[in-house]
Every structure is written in C-alpha cells, then in structure tokens.
C-alpha cells in the first residue's frame, strides 16, 4: 500500500527565514510525486511534478527536490502570502492511478 | 492552461432535498476525474473516481446510492447529494486529469451546508 507522510504537521516561520518542508514516501514504482498548495476554502493549487529521483523544479520562492525515499520543498526567503497548506501527493505506476495524499503541512509566515 | 471549475461554490438546502454540484474541465479534455470530501483542518478523502462513459469508482465506506456521480461527457462531471442531511454537510472538491499528463488539477471547492 502507498503510504506518504508529511512533516512537520505545522511550521511557524519568520518572513524571510528560509525553511523545508518534508514528503516521505513509499509506492511501488513511482510514477510522479506531486505538490500543491491549498488556501483556506479553497481548492489545492498544482505547484510541481516530480518523476524520478535527482530531480528539482524552482518557481519564485519555491523549490522541490525529490529522492528514492523522500521529497523536500525548499522555501527561500518566505512572505506572508506564501502562508497555506502544502500537500505532498504520489501516484505509482500501473494499476489505477489513483494519486496518494499526505496529510499537509500547514505554513504560517509571519511579517 | 489546466483550469477546473466547479458550480456551485457554496450550496444551502433543506434536510432530506438532492444537491447536485457540477465540475468541468474547461481547457482541457479529463479522461478521469475525482470527487473528495475535506472536514475542516483535514485532507483530502477521495470518494470516488470516474472515468469519461464509465461508471464511478467509489472508495470503501462511500454510499454509492446517496453520492451519484456522473462523468458523461470528457469536459464535465457531476456529484449528486441524495436526500442530503446535515451530516453531510462538508467542502467538496473534484478534481480532473487529462491522458497527456499524470497530474490532476482541482476545482475551487463548493461548500455544501445542509440545515
């Protein structure tokens, strides 16, 4: 069974304190892992695909990295506005391709 | 590019009345797509998924009867709350994946509210 586990549950962060966010993960052939953002009611938003190990994509602040067992997404000089919950999501190969979600981690920058 | 949308954002209805919430794909064709359910400070538990012509796929412990979920056309699917009552009550999301990528792309949510 997929299995994704996210950490921490919640982090506090300084604007401008620079921090990681963790996606570990086990699934049998990884087909991708995915990140998104999600905003108090709303839906989550898609930040990245990651499809195998070794492999990084940016965007403004964000930066993800990906491993056989783990993914981190790296967030560089935080702002408030980039408060919400990260969801860290994977989806195998073969089968249904149904995607597994971990459960968040819940941002809050401070100014 | 990828933009779902989902209509109604917000719903209220009586006990015991249906709700139908629709959610299309509107740049893209979704071969698949899926229905969740979120509490408040939860994730996400996915409910269902279908395939474009297809009966839906429901997760273990989900009331087929009570969630109808249609996915007729490959731009549209639809999410029927039958003979809804407040525990029902909760934030419902679809979301939809094309056959050129491996990522699904979600629609804003609607919040259904049963009195």
């Known amino acids: 069974e997929d299995q994704v586990t996210q950490s921490p549950e919640a982090l506090r962060l300084q604007e401008g304190e620079s921090s990681s966010l963790n996606c570990s993960y086990t699934v049998s052939g990884l087909r991708g892992l995915f990140w998104y953002r999600q905003d108090p009611g709303k839906g989550p938003e898609f930040l990245f695909t990651l499809y195998s190990a070794g492999e990084e994509k940016e965007k403004e602040r964000l930066k993800a990295t990906l491993t056989k067992k783990e993914s981190f997404l790296h967030i560089t000089a935080p702002k408030p506005e980039d408060s919400a919950t990260y969801l860290c999501?994977?989806?195998?190969?073969?089968?249904?391709?149904?995607?597994?979600f971990g459960r968040g981690t819940s941002l809050i920058v401070h100014p | 590019g990828a933009v779902v949308s989902q209509h109604p954002s917000w719903v209220i209805c009586k006990s015991g009345t249906s709700v139908k919430i629709e959610c299309r794909s509107l740049?893209?064709?979704?071969?698949?797509m899926f229905w969740y359910r979120q509490f408040p400070k939860q994730s996400l538990m996915l409910m269902a998924t279908s395939n474009e012509g297809s009966k839906a796929t429901y997760e273990q412990g989900v009331e087929k009867d009570k969630f109808l979920i249609n996915h007729a056309s490959l731009t549209l699917s639809t999410l029927t709350v039958t003979s809804a009552h407040p525990e029902d009550s909760s934030f419902y999301i679809c979301s939809a994946r094309g056959s050129s990528f491996t990522e699904q792309f979600f629609g804003p949510g609607t919040r259904l509210t049963v009195l």
């Open positions: 999501a994977v989806q195998a190969g073969g089968g249904s391709y149904i995607p597994t």
């Open positions: 740049d893209f064709q979704a071969t698949t």
